[in-house]
């Protein structure tokens, strides 16, 4: 996993609960050795663990702080790609353009890099379909992608996030409706 999601989730962990909980939480996952930087790509299993432990910690369930977090990374990804991004763009062209500019651009930056497939339908102005596919099974980070992006894009009130499928599975539809 890209150094940059561990060193958000690692902010995320600092400012939404405090250092103390980060400590105790890479302790718990046997990471208290590794640093954390961007540039490095981390196994997977670090970001397992971290969230696994992070779930027993707050009580909320591993696909709840998926969705949490990922509505957190957003404003940070945006600054980072900004350049990748068209002026023109709202909530649901950002997400019908991501797997052929942000993901791909991600993909070609370093070869262990493995962002999740995004097949997107258009299936009109207002709707479209994300066919999320991916090993890792985090289609809730996904979710609340789409959440972080509606508030980024001021839609918030607008859109709305539909799983059809279960958030625990390698293959998941996401609907999602402006209205
Ligand atoms: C500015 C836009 C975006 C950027 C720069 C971006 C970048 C990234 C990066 C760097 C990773 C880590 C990949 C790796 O370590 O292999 C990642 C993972 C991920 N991205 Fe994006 N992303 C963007 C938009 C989106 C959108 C719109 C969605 C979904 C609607 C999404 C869903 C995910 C998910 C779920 C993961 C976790 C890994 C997985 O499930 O396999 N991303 N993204």
Redesign the pocket.
């Known amino acids: ?5 561990l060193t958000l989730l690692k902010r995320y962990v600092q400012t939404q609960y405090d250092h103390s909980t980060w400590v105790k939480l890479v302790e718990l996952a046997g990471l208290d050795k590794v640093e954390f930087n961007h540039k490095t ?2 196994p ?1 299993e670090h970001i397992y663990a971290l969230v696994g432990h992070a779930a027993e910690m707050t009580g909320l369930s591993a696909g709840e702080l ?1 969705e949490k977090f ?1 509505e957190y ?2 404003p940070d ?2 600054y ?2 900004q350049r ?2 068209k002026p023109e763009w709202k909530t649901l062209d ?2 019908e353009h ?1 797997e052929l ?3 791909k ?3 070609q ?2 070869t ?5 497939v ?1 097949a997107v339908s258009r299936l009109g102005p207002n709707e479209l379909m ?1 066919d ?1 596919v ?10 609340g ?2 959440r972080g ?1 509606a508030a980024y894009y001021d839609e918030a009130d607008r859109i709305d996030v539909m799983p059809t499928t279960t958030e625990d599975g390698e293959r998941v539809r ?1 609907h999602v409706r402006r209205h």
């Open positions: 996993m890209h150094g940059t999601i790509v981390y997977d998926h990922g990374l957003v990804l945006m980072m790609y990748l991004l950002m997400l991501t500019t942000m993901h651009q991600v993909r930056e370093h262990e890099n493995s962002p999740p995004l994300i999320y991916s090993p890792r099974r985090m289609s809730g980070l996904a979710v992608i789409v992006l996401i």
